[in-house]
């Protein structure tokens, strides 16, 4: 027997050359474990202005001995919580901007990119993550276990140290990438939310979030003066509740004094508001605002409002908060999701962001991904947001981006984004390696809304698979050419992959129902709102395919600033991965390719499958250079992607192909599944 352990240990050896260190991805981005000597030099003292002589002790990766000074001073270039970094120097107006320009610095230095002197102002004034965690623990979209803020049992209001070490591992992971802020409970609110006990509890969380900088929001449910209050009414003009509102924001500034504020779905998707009651968004929203404002808190108020009774659920917010623009109180800023109806592969834009020129609206993003692909699949939502963040909304005239509409370029005004998190108790917080670099994301555009996804992919993966974090080394040649390149190259095409295998060409909702998985371009039900089900949205018939929301049809290209409103308008010049959105297209006509829609429509399916193919290609082929655990798991994902991107491709097709009535061109691989069971299995899915 003793015999066998020289080989034993051969092995052994063997694989720790082949496989790198394994990694669970718990660290995020925040992977370095070497560190030069340096002098922290700070005047003053305080927790944020020590936790980031920390990170620079901690993680320094420029000359060894080096001095490096943290001043703070005034400085007119410097807006909020900005920073000017020096190679010797990092100058901010605020100890916040102190630690984000630490931050800035060490990243710098982890990706190689050169320090010399610059300004770095925030996009956003408010840059916050939504949890929709409900108090119960569970996630609602969420994909990657149970809540970090809510334990499973809903009387269990028990804060353990494992919870603490959790919330300021997640306030450092976002203090990181410039995140100042957290919803911490869904949108679909518990009244309980506001009960004295849960209170206590948030008081822990925002005591743990503080140092860095993150503060703590509450989603509330618009009838709580008569749930919890025991009021008769939550009517918003109702003098009773307008004092319980008051007495419950004094209540909760008494225990939280730097609480942000509440944002509110209220008369959506049978969430209670001021509809009940027949009052109006700006009723309630003020009313609300009132209460917060003597304290500095502001009022976030959800525009996600649609009914079954309107023709056409894309025009709706529009219709709903326009006439209101210039009626909001100073502290109520409109939250719109990115796209007119909720947060699809693809849309375009929502008309309201250069429509409302006296309200701030701030930006909602998905960086969970419902619509995307859960955390199976891989997908960097980078490239959808900036294709949203520079779309041109004309609002005073050309260059007038989403972005500029949003960030106070164009008018003066409060400053926000949110995305909705992805995050859970996993182990590696996000249920999939590469959905961190979506959390990340967010967390950089929204610091900076002119960053390239490029750029941001380029940051991550480095920061994220440096294969070496325990040594000074330079990224190798090698490395860049063969790990980098291509995992780059596989990020940035991987959310178009998605469309193509989805829902190209502005085709949208046609998920499978509830779960918003796969495809179900066929679900309807009798006797569900015909806004909830699938045709719908895309009137597939014998003539063709697509929503008419042309002058013809809805007219909800009229909700668009010239040139867009011709430019969508017109079967001619509408952008084609937009063409279903806009228009009902013959399935003989031509598209720019030359081909017909039913062909290229085709063709667009099959490459979503090819991509996803080719990606598992990269995968395997960068195998020497991440270590065992991630490499499995991303592997094991890609497969599951890769199956499920041949479901998508078949459903559709075969579905759509009983209107169109052509065959699949031949040069395409057949379908490999039947219609009839890809139905079932939905059926019983839902
Ligand atoms: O996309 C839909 C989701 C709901 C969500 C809603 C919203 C929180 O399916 O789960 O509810 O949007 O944004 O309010």
């Known amino acids: 027997m003793p015999k066998m352990k020289y080989p034993v240990f051969l092995i052994i050896l063997s694989f720790s050359f082949l496989y790198i260190n394994a990694e669970d991805g718990h660290k995020l981005w925040l992977r ?29 990766r420029g000359e060894n001995g080096a001095v490096i000074k943290l001043v703070l001073k005034k400085d007119k270039r410097i807006q909020d919580d900005g920073f000017i970094l020096n190679p010797d120097e990092i100058r901010a107006n605020t100890e916040l901007g102190i630690l984000y320009g630490a931050f800035e610095l060490l990243r710098k230095q982890q990706t190689q990119q050169k320090i010399e002197e610059k300004v770095f102002n925030p996009s956003y004034q408010l840059r916050l993550l939504n949890h929709w965690d409900n108090l119960n623990g569970s996630v609602e979209r969420g994909y990657a276990g149970s809540s970090i803020f809510w334990n499973k049992d809903e009387d ?15 306030a450092r992971a976002n203090a990181s990438i410039g995140i100042n802020g957290t919803v911490i409970n869904n949108v679909n609110a518990s009244p309980r939310v506001l009960k004295k006990e849960s ?41 009773n509740v307008i004092d319980w509102w008051k007495e419950k924001a004094k209540e909760i500034y008494k225990i939280i004094p730097d609480f942000g504020g509440f944002l509110v779905k209220a008369s959506s998707e049978g969430q209670p508001g001021p509809h009940d009651f027949g009052r109006s968004h700006v009723d309630g929203a003020n009313m609300l605002a009132g209460a917060v404002e003597p304290f500095g808190g502001i009022i976030m108020w959800r525009a996600f409002v649609y009914s079954a009774k309107e023709d056409d659920r894309a025009e709706q917010a529009y219709a709903e908060f326009f006439p209101f623009d210039g009626q909001f109180r100073d502290n109520v800023i409109i939250q719109v999701k990115n796209g007119p109806i909720d947060f699809m592969p693809r849309e375009p834009f929502s008309p309201l962001f250069g429509a409302m020129k006296k309200t701030p609206l701030m930006p909602e993003l998905q960086i969970t991904q419902e619509y995307l692909g859960h955390s199976i699949h891989l997908v960097f939502l980078s490239t959808m947001w900036e294709e949203f963040l520079n779309s041109d909304t004309y609002q005073e005239g050309e260059g007038s981006t989403v972005a500029k509409c949003t960030d106070g370029s164009i008018f003066e005004q409060k400053t926000a984004i949110a995305g909705v998190a ?9 249920g999939h390696h590469f959905a961190q670099s979506n959390w990340y994301a967010f967390g950089r ?42 995992v780059k190259s596989m990020m940035l095409e991987s959310r178009e992959a998605a469309v193509n295998y989805m829902m190209p060409l502005g085709l949208h909702h046609i998920f499978q ?10 679900w309807e039900l009798p ?9 719908y949205y895309h009137r597939a018939d014998s003539m063709g395919v697509g929503f008419n929301r042309t002058v013809t049809g809805t007219n909800a290209v009229a909700q668009y600033h010239e040139p867009l409103r011709s430019q969508f308008g017109d079967l001619k010049s509408c952008p084609e991965k937009y063409i279903l959105w806009f228009h009902h297209v013959p399935w003989d006509h031509k598209m720019k390719s030359g081909k017909i829609l039913w062909d290229e429509m085709c ?24 270590d065992a655990d991630r490499f499995e798991a991303v592997q094991r994902k890609l497969r599951d992607q890769a199956k499920n991107a041949q479901v998508w491709k078949d459903a559709c097709l075969l579905y759509f192909q009983t209107f169109s009535k052509k065959v699949i061109p031949f040069d395409i691989e057949r379908p490999i599944h039947n219609l009839d069971d890809l139905k079932k299995d939905d059926m019983d899915k839902a």
């Open 156 to 170: 269990d209001l028990t804060v353990t140290e494992k919870d603490i070490k959790l919330w300021s591992e997640y």
């Open 422 to 430: 992805n995050i859970g108790k996993d182990i590696n917080w996000c």
């Open 445 to 486: 555009l929204a610091w900076d809304n002119q960053l390239t996804s490029e750029q941001i992919a380029d940051e991550w993966i480095k920061l994220t698979f440096n294969p070496d974090v325990k040594s000074k080394t330079s990224f190798s040649k090698d490395w860049k050419e063969n790990f980098l390149k291509p």
């Open 32 to 60: 370095n474990e070497y560190s030069n000597q340096v002098n922290v030099v700070v005047k003053k003292e305080s927790e944020i202005l020590d936790i980031a002589k920390q990170e620079l002790k901690n993680n320094w």
């Open 199 to 239: 209170l206590e509890r948030i008081k822990v969380i925002a005591d743990v979030l503080r140092p860095y900088g993150i503060q703590v929001f509450l989603s509330i449910n618009f009838a709580s003066p008569a749930i919890i209050g025991g009021l008769e009414t939550s009517d918003p003009l109702n003098k």
């Open 603 to 626: 063709y667009r399916y099959d490459d979503g499958v090819s991509q996803v193919r080719q990606f598992q290609v990269i995968w395997d082929k960068i195998h020497p250079y991440v």
């Open 527 to 535: 006797g569900v709102r015909k806004d909830w089900t699938n045709p």
């Open 513 to 522: 129902a509830h779960h918003h998985y796969g495809p179900g371009p066929w």
